[in-house]
Nanobody, 122 residues
Framework: QVQLVESGGGLVQPGGSLRLSCAASGFTFSNYGIIWVRQAPGKGLEWVSAINSGGGSTYYPDSVKGRFTISRDNAKNTLYLQMNSLKPEDTAVYYC???????????????WGQGTQVTVSS
Protein backbone atom coordinates (compact mmCIF):
# COMPACT_ATOMS: atom_id res chain seq x y z
CA GLN A 1 0.00 0.00 0.00
CA VAL A 2 0.99 3.62 -0.37
CA GLN A 3 3.17 4.91 2.43
CA LEU A 4 4.84 8.23 3.07
CA VAL A 5 7.17 8.36 6.06
CA GLU A 6 8.70 11.64 7.17
CA SER A 7 11.86 11.95 9.23
CA GLY A 8 14.50 14.49 10.16
CA GLY A 9 12.57 16.75 12.48
CA GLY A 10 13.88 17.95 15.80
CA LEU A 11 14.79 20.90 17.96
CA VAL A 12 16.95 23.60 16.39
CA GLN A 13 17.96 27.10 17.40
CA PRO A 14 16.78 30.14 15.43
CA GLY A 15 18.98 30.58 12.40
CA GLY A 16 19.76 26.89 12.24
CA SER A 17 19.07 24.31 9.58
CA LEU A 18 17.31 20.97 9.25
CA ARG A 19 16.73 18.60 6.39
CA LEU A 20 13.50 16.64 6.32
CA SER A 21 13.02 13.46 4.33
CA CYS A 22 9.90 11.73 3.08
CA ALA A 23 10.37 8.09 2.07
CA ALA A 24 7.71 6.88 -0.35
CA SER A 25 6.59 3.38 -1.22
CA GLY A 26 3.65 1.56 -2.80
CA PHE A 27 3.36 3.72 -5.92
CA THR A 28 5.45 4.93 -8.84
CA PHE A 29 7.06 7.86 -7.05
CA SER A 30 8.53 9.43 -10.17
CA ASN A 31 5.04 9.90 -11.69
CA TYR A 32 3.61 12.18 -9.02
CA GLY A 33 3.99 15.66 -7.70
CA ILE A 34 4.57 15.86 -3.95
CA ILE A 35 4.12 18.69 -1.50
CA TRP A 36 5.20 19.65 2.00
CA VAL A 37 2.67 21.22 4.33
CA ARG A 38 2.90 22.15 7.98
CA GLN A 39 0.61 22.69 10.91
CA ALA A 40 1.61 24.93 13.76
CA PRO A 41 0.02 24.46 17.19
CA GLY A 42 -3.54 25.70 17.15
CA LYS A 43 -3.43 26.63 13.45
CA GLY A 44 -4.55 25.17 10.16
CA LEU A 45 -2.51 23.52 7.46
CA GLU A 46 -0.08 25.75 5.59
CA TRP A 47 1.39 24.76 2.24
CA VAL A 48 5.18 24.98 2.37
CA SER A 49 6.47 23.76 -0.99
CA ALA A 50 5.71 21.61 -4.00
CA ILE A 51 7.72 19.78 -6.62
CA ASN A 52 6.64 18.23 -9.88
CA SER A 53 7.15 14.60 -10.78
CA GLY A 54 10.47 15.10 -12.53
CA GLY A 55 11.84 17.55 -10.00
CA GLY A 56 12.36 20.33 -12.51
CA SER A 57 9.70 22.66 -11.15
CA THR A 58 9.41 23.80 -7.56
CA TYR A 59 7.05 26.17 -5.82
CA TYR A 60 7.12 28.06 -2.53
CA PRO A 61 5.00 30.58 -0.65
CA ASP A 62 6.61 33.87 0.24
CA SER A 63 6.91 32.81 3.89
CA VAL A 64 9.66 30.28 3.10
CA LYS A 65 10.99 31.37 -0.29
CA GLY A 66 14.75 31.75 -0.21
CA ARG A 67 15.05 29.73 3.00
CA PHE A 68 13.54 26.34 2.11
CA THR A 69 14.48 24.09 -0.80
CA ILE A 70 12.42 21.12 -1.91
CA SER A 71 14.07 18.34 -3.91
CA ARG A 72 13.56 14.72 -4.77
CA ASP A 73 15.59 11.66 -5.66
CA ASN A 74 13.37 9.50 -7.83
CA ALA A 75 15.91 6.67 -7.80
CA LYS A 76 15.57 6.52 -4.01
CA ASN A 77 11.83 7.30 -3.87
CA THR A 78 12.59 10.09 -1.45
CA LEU A 79 11.54 13.71 -1.10
CA TYR A 80 13.56 16.27 0.82
CA LEU A 81 13.05 19.67 2.38
CA GLN A 82 16.18 21.62 3.23
CA MET A 83 15.28 24.31 5.74
CA ASN A 84 17.76 27.10 6.45
CA SER A 85 17.59 30.28 8.51
CA LEU A 86 14.85 28.75 10.63
CA LYS A 87 12.60 31.01 12.65
CA PRO A 88 10.44 30.28 15.71
CA GLU A 89 7.38 30.70 13.48
CA ASP A 90 8.55 27.69 11.46
CA THR A 91 7.70 25.50 14.46
CA ALA A 92 5.14 22.98 13.29
CA VAL A 93 4.47 19.39 12.36
CA TYR A 94 5.62 18.91 8.78
CA TYR A 95 3.84 16.51 6.45
CA CYS A 96 4.48 15.31 2.93
CA UNK A 97 1.54 14.52 0.69
CA UNK A 98 1.10 12.94 -2.73
CA UNK A 99 -0.98 14.51 -5.48
CA UNK A 100 -3.91 12.40 -6.65
CA UNK A 101 -3.35 13.17 -10.30
CA UNK A 102 -0.14 11.93 -11.88
CA UNK A 103 2.19 14.73 -13.05
CA UNK A 104 0.25 17.33 -11.05
CA UNK A 105 1.24 19.24 -7.93
CA UNK A 106 -2.25 20.57 -7.29
CA UNK A 107 -5.04 19.40 -5.04
CA UNK A 108 -6.40 16.99 -4.23
CA UNK A 109 -3.81 15.02 -2.29
CA UNK A 110 -4.70 11.46 -1.56
CA UNK A 111 -1.98 10.19 0.76
CA TRP A 112 -0.24 11.87 3.67
CA GLY A 113 2.58 10.93 5.97
CA GLN A 114 2.33 10.87 9.74
CA GLY A 115 4.34 14.05 10.15
CA THR A 116 7.59 15.06 11.81
CA GLN A 117 7.88 17.74 14.50
CA VAL A 118 10.13 20.73 13.92
CA THR A 119 10.71 23.03 16.88
CA VAL A 120 12.69 26.23 16.49
CA SER A 121 13.60 27.65 19.85
CA SER A 122 16.53 29.00 21.80
Amino acid sequence: QVQLVESGGGLVQPGGSLRLSCAASGFTFSNYGIIWVRQAPGKGLEWVSAINSGGGSTYYPDSVKGRFTISRDNAKNTLYLQMNSLKPEDTAVYYCAKALVATSTRRPYDYWGQGTQVTVSS
